[in-house]
């Protein structure tokens, strides 16, 4: 594995397993009585979260302390209203404070980036969510959870289809789970109004569809994105009627799924939105298992990516692009 | 002792110990185990993956002919308790499987296929201490090969293999890798 | 009383070597073998290409208000090194020069640098709020004698402003020059829209946002005859739109910069922040069609678009990073190499292009002239033997944000005359600040 964790597309297949069977053992073991592990002693994580998320900054923070890492939070509301202190002078900060690796959430898609290619800190850096580019770590325990259920428990998902239905265009966990899945060998179909797709989808290694009940009979996991009531006002959908009506799913679509198949949501939810209240809360649904995976994916990428030696960077990510003659 | 005679030349690969002699070595070992435990009523065989997970099946089987009773055995990764983990990427992990009777008060016979510094058996008593607490902790190895770095010392041992440093202790188990030897190679030097 | 010149070996728009002789500000002889003063000062030039002064139609020299970005001075001193003799600078300031007051107050600047021609654009409504037109008038009568009006930076979006400044300018042979951009298709946009900005997570700037105003606007300039000038132009649709409109015998103008014909979206995969230009840089499609659009003249001038920005400003993360690129020192560069080594324009071509036409669009009197006896000196001498590795800290602008940095650009910007006077010798900036009044 690489120094960082940016983006899903870092991963190879070979990478994507490792993580999942390291998650799986380290799952069994946290299940007895070890709580605590002494692998990542002397180590500091900084938890640098620049958006609202107590779940996802929790998820870090309990895989980095069961790792007996040290661990840092700061949180910041950056924004273009209240600008405080830059991004460059925090990660001077905490290369300073000796920070081995940063996991960042930031409301700019491309910050972690900017954060692992600028120089500023020599640590790795683990993106939790970016923006409306990605959130790898999302797309990790979300693949570990379609495992445990539809394959069980080892090896890639091959074969198994996926549908996820929702705000694609403003989704980072979309944009991982597309990438991820597919490196898993599963079938993604997306599922959104055409105001919701973006543009050059027909390029995304997936299909789509603007028929929600057209899919469910074949998915073997649905996977329903929170969608914004704010998203009306800027016209990408006329109602919250129209939309729970056309693309959110309610008892009757959970009834047409296969018998085996599962339902998802990387929270925080829109009950009666996106998902009505007896869906999310039925025997069919994995959302709470979702974050309880959460923790040992974590536990397993910082694992990757701190306990060894220090890896070498992948390389082109940075060549100039050129136009060649006519 | 070492029963080949043949002088060595250097880089070339000998055989110590062949399947015959293994399977009389795990024979030997699962009486002392037997006698030393007085009947090995609440023993538990912890192999250390991935051969010693093989070895201590094996001494397990032998066991179970012996006094006619299942005992309980499992793997005991040791991979996130390593002491040289930054030397090398991180290493994927292995297989921890504790029996359900756990290791509480019981006694512990941790197995593995080479002895050597020492450090991987201080890495297991780590991992089990935040398992549980065993009343008494025995280790049986396959080779015992010498340069311990620790005080760490067999209570069970297939056989005493001196080796130099700069030799490789080669262990095949039919299970694994098809057949069962125990090879050693690289160049004998003045041991220390 | 001012030097004279000869230099010696040049080659006028490529063409065969001459000798120049600069007297008085003028060119005095030029040919093969000519009659040199005693007293005049030799300038080995041999192969160098001699153009005329270039002109730059869009320029941001940031002072008044963004001093810490680039100063009148600065900025003069980066259009020298880059073989300009004159700049439009944009009213985008602050203050926002929609005044006589503040356009008259830049134009004083650039007379005390002494280095360049700084032509003052006008803004073209009041604070650039898109709302009021400003005093056009009174700028165009001010001593900046301001011809071109644009709210560069914004758009004239309303359509009913854009007809009434249209109409307003043709008073005294103005232009208003649009910064095209439908700004509700582009709210928080940060980069081109495509499949790119699809996978990276950026909002889109999609390519009609530019295309719609032009077709807009073209339309209008027609209806109420007033000639329109089209800032970066940076859209294959948007050339085909004035490639159109020109053929209708609509007077239509339009600009492209350096980057758009040279650099695309790509870069932007890094999410380096030097890269975040406004327009943004497309498709290697969108550069083709501008370079083929530069060479056959539907694209009549390149235009730097300088844009200086301070290190804070480009060192974070991309949606908190301004918009633009420095270009007045490395225009000539990447033309050579995006237009010269690609075989798609000569350097008679780069004359037109970057000198006689913008002069022509932006009504500067002595800039854009032939090479000839009698017109002002105003010479640009280019080392096609020498490439310019860029390094931002040795640039002259106040500014750094150059997209490339590192990078070989195939020839030199060697030596400027500004009026008979050297500006830039050899490489080196000329250290003289003139008084208006004591200049010849």
């Known amino acids: 594995m690489n120094r960082h964790l940016l983006s899903a597309a870092d991963l190879d297949r070979d990478d994507a397993l490792l993580v999942l069977d390291t998650a799986a053992e380290l799952a069994a073991l946290t299940d007895r009585a070890v709580k605590k592990l002494p692998t990542l002693r002397g180590r500091t994580v900084v938890n640098l979260f620049y958006e609202d998320s107590t779940r996802t900054r929790i998820s870090f923070e309990a895989a980095a302390k069961r790792l007996s890492a040290d661990v840092i939070n700061f949180s910041a509301k950056g924004s273009s209203v209240s600008k405080g202190e830059s991004l460059k002078d925090t990660a001077l900060t905490l290369e300073a404070m000796g920070a081995d690796a940063v996991v960042i959430r930031h409301p700019a898609s491309g910050a972690p980036d900017r954060l692992a290619h600028s120089g500023w800190i020599g640590g790795s850096v683990v993106n939790a969510g970016d923006g409306t580019h990605e959130h790898p770590t999302q797309a990790l325990l979300d693949a570990f959870t379609m495992r445990q259920h539809l394959a069980g428990g080892k090896g890639d998902l091959a074969g198994r289809k996926v549908t996820i239905v929702g705000d694609v265009l403003h989704s980072r966990v979309a944009r991982s789970n597309v990438l991820l899945l597919s490196t898993l060998g599963a079938e993604v179909t997306l599922v959104a109004p055409p105001t919701l797709l973006p543009v050059g989808i027909e390029t995304w290694p997936c299909e789509f569809s603007f028929d929600l009940d057209s899919q469910l009979s074949r998915a073997d996991a649905v996977m329903m994105l929170r969608v914004q009531r704010e998203r009306m006002n800027a016209a990408f959908f006329p109602s919250s009627r129209e939309y729970s009506r056309r693309y959110g799913l309610d008892v009757r679509r959970m009834n047409a799924l296969p018998e085996h198949a599962i339902v998802m949501h990387p929270g925080p939810m829109n009950r009666g939105m996106e998902i009505a209240a007896d869906v999310a809360d039925s025997d069919r649904s994995v959302i709470v298992e979702q974050v309880t995976n959460g923790v040992n994916v974590r536990m397993a990428v910082l694992y990757l990516l701190l306990a060894g030696a220090q890896l070498g960077e992948p390389e082109g990510s940075d060549r100039m692009a050129e136009v060649t003659a006519p | ?192 | 009383m001012t030097t004279s010149y000869v230099i010696r070996g040049s080659r006028p728009l490529g063409g065969p070597n001459v000798d120049i002789v600069v007297s008085d500000g003028l060119i005095a002889a030029i040919g093969p073998s000519v009659d040199v003063p005693t007293d005049a000062r030799e300038v080995s030039a041999h192969d160098l290409v001699a153009l005329p002064g270039l002109v730059d139609l869009h320029t941001h020299l940031r002072e008044p208000g963004r001093e810490d970005a680039e100063t009148v001075l600065s900025g003069s001193q980066a259009a020298a090194a880059g073989g300009y003799t004159a700049v439009c600078a944009m009213a985008n300031t602050n203050p926002v020069a929609d005044t006589a007051g503040t356009v008259e107050q830049v134009w004083r600047l650039g007379q005390q640098a002494g280095l360049v021609d700084v032509q003052p654009v006008g803004a073209v409504t009041m604070g650039l709020a898109g709302t009021q037109l400003a005093e056009l008038g009174a700028m165009a009568d001010s001593a900046a004698r301001v011809r071109m009006f644009s709210d560069d930076g914004k758009c004239v979006h309303d359509a009913v402003l854009m007809r009434r400044a249209l109409e307003y300018v043709k008073a005294f042979d103005g232009v208003i020059a649009q910064h095209a951009q439908e700004p509700r298709l582009t709210e928080d946009a940060q980069m081109n829209e495509s499949a790119l900005s699809g996978i990276l997570g950026l909002r889109g700037w999609p390519a009609v946002a530019e295309e719609a105003i032009i077709a807009r606007d073209v339309l209008l300039a027609d209806h109420v005859g007033s000639r329109l000038h089209v800032c970066h132009v940076s859209t294959a649709g948007s050339v085909e739109i004035i490639r159109w409109a020109k053929s209708r015998g609509i007077d239509v103008t339009a600009e492209v910069t350096p980057h758009h014909l040279l650099l695309t979206e790509e870069l932007v995969r890094s999410y380096d922040p030097i890269y975040k230009v406004n327009p943004p840089l497309r498709s290697e499609r969108d550069v083709h069609a501008l370079r083929e659009a530069l060479a056959d003249g539907t694209i009549d001038v390149v235009a730097t678009d300088h844009a200086p920005h301070p290190a804070e400003d480009k060192d974070c993360e991309w949606a908190e990073a301004a918009m633009g690129m420095v270009g007045l020192e490395t225009a000539v560069g990447v033309v050579a190499e995006a237009m010269i080594s690609t075989g798609l324009m000569d350097w008679a071509g780069v004359a037109e292009r970057m000198s006689m036409q913008p002069a022509v669009i932006g009504r500067l009197a002595g800039q854009g002239r032939a090479l000839a006896v009698g017109e002002p000196a105003n010479i640009t001498l280019i080392n096609t033997s020498v490439p310019y590795l860029v390094e931002p800290r040795a640039l002259r602008s106040a500014s750094r944000n150059t997209p490339y940095a590192g990078r070989s650009l195939p020839v030199s910007v060697w030596t400027t005359f500004y009026k008979g006077e050297l500006t830039l010798d050899e490489g080196v900036l000329v250290n003289q600040a003139r008084n208006a009044a004591s200049a010849g």
Do not use: C, W
């Open chain 2, 1 to 192: 002792m070492v029963g080949v005679s043949a002088a060595r030349t250097p880089d070339e690969t000998r055989t110590v110990l062949d399947s015959d002699d293994i399977a009389r070595a795990l024979t030997r070992v699962a009486h002392e185990i037997v006698e030393r435990t007085k009947g090995a009523d609440d023993i538990v065989l912890l192999g250390i993956p991935t051969r010693g997970v093989y070895l201590a099946n094996r001494i397990a089987e032998r066991i179970h002919q012996i006094e006619g009773r299942e005992i309980p055995v499992g793997s005991l990764d040791i991979t996130l308790y390593r002491d040289d983990l930054r030397r090398a990427p991180a290493r994927a992990l292995l297989p921890t499987s504790i029996p359900a009777s756990g290791i509480d008060d019981k006694v512990v016979v941790l197995v593995d296929d080479v002895l050597y510094s020492g450090r991987t058996i201080r890495a297991a008593l780590d991992a089990m201490s935040d398992i549980g607490r065993p009343r008494m902790v025995q280790l049986a190895v396959l080779v015992d090969r010498g340069h311990r770095e620790l005080p760490i010392r067999p209570d069970y041992v297939g056989k005493n293999i001196p080796t130099a440093k700069t030799e490789k202790v080669l262990v095949h188990l039919e299970e694994f890798d098809g057949d069962d030897a125990v090879r050693l190679s690289g160049q004998s030097q003045e041991e220390s």
